[in-house]
């Protein structure tokens, strides 16, 4: 089992800027990606971003050049301890909560960030709200 704990957050204006932050603990093997979704009031999650253990990244449309993901390894290990997630330039059709997750490395971060039911690990969520 993996327990991951998002803090970060919050209300900002148009164009403002956010950083929400994951730490994960517990089964190191359930995290060789970690990555962040939202879900919007009324609507279905969204995968936002994701990264693996190597660096690499990966990021929807609706985000890229926005969103940057980053994060740490659990030390002397391939495995991701902490990841966050900054939100620059946002808008208010960002508005949703945001949840962070993380799932092992058969699990290509395309078809998780497609389909979020893969996913095996979540946070509890926190939530951002943008104003106009």
């Known amino acids: 089992q993996v327990q991951l704990v998002e803090s970060g957050g919050g209300s900002v204006q148009l164009g403002g800027s956010l950083t929400v932050s994951c730490e994960a603990s517990?089964?190191?093997?359930?995290?060789?990606?970690m990555g962040w979704f939202r879900q919007p009031p009324g609507k279905e999650r969204e995968g936002v971003a994701s990264l693996h253990a190597d660096g690499s990244t990966v990021y929807a449309d609706s985000v890229k050049g926005r969103f940057t993901i980053s994060g740490d390894s659990a030390k002397n290990t391939a495995y991701l301890k902490t990841a966050y997630l900054r939100m620059d330039s946002l808008k208010p059709e960002d508005t949703a909560t945001y949840y962070c997750?993380?799932?092992?490395?058969?699990?290509?971060?395309?078809?998780?960030?497609?389909?979020?039911?893969?996913?095996?690990?979540w946070g509890q969520g926190t939530q951002v709200t943008v104003s106009s």
């Open positions: 517990g089964s190191i093997y359930g995290r060789v990606f």
């Open positions: 997750a993380a799932w092992p490395g058969h699990l290509t971060p395309e078809r998780v960030l497609r389909d979020p039911t893969s996913v095996n690990y």
